[in-house]
């Protein structure tokens, strides 16, 4: 999904507890992706445009 121009902030939750919270450019990390969906994640930024993909690799215990 995209990231819609003007969010500057983001709030990840896994069970309903904060993974990570703050501004978009610091919190959007792969690890903090990772531990939010339970799966290895690598991530890219383009031209302000981030993407999400999944690592080869098992899920993550969680």
């Known amino acids: 999904e995209e990231i819609p121009p003007g969010f ?3 709030l990840m939750l896994r069970a ?3 993974v990570a919270a703050g ?3 610091e919190a959007m990390t792969a690890e903090n ?3 939010t969906f339970a799966m290895s994640l ?3 930024v383009e031209d302000g ?3 999400a993909r999944r690592r ?3 899920r993550l215990d969680g």
């Open 8 to 10: 500057t902030h983001v």
């Open 16 to 18: 309903g507890r904060v």
């Open 23 to 25: 501004p978009l450019a």
């Open 33 to 35: 992706l990772s531990t």
């Open 42 to 44: 690598q991530l890219t």
């Open 49 to 51: 445009r981030y993407a």
């Open 56 to 58: 080869a690799g098992r």
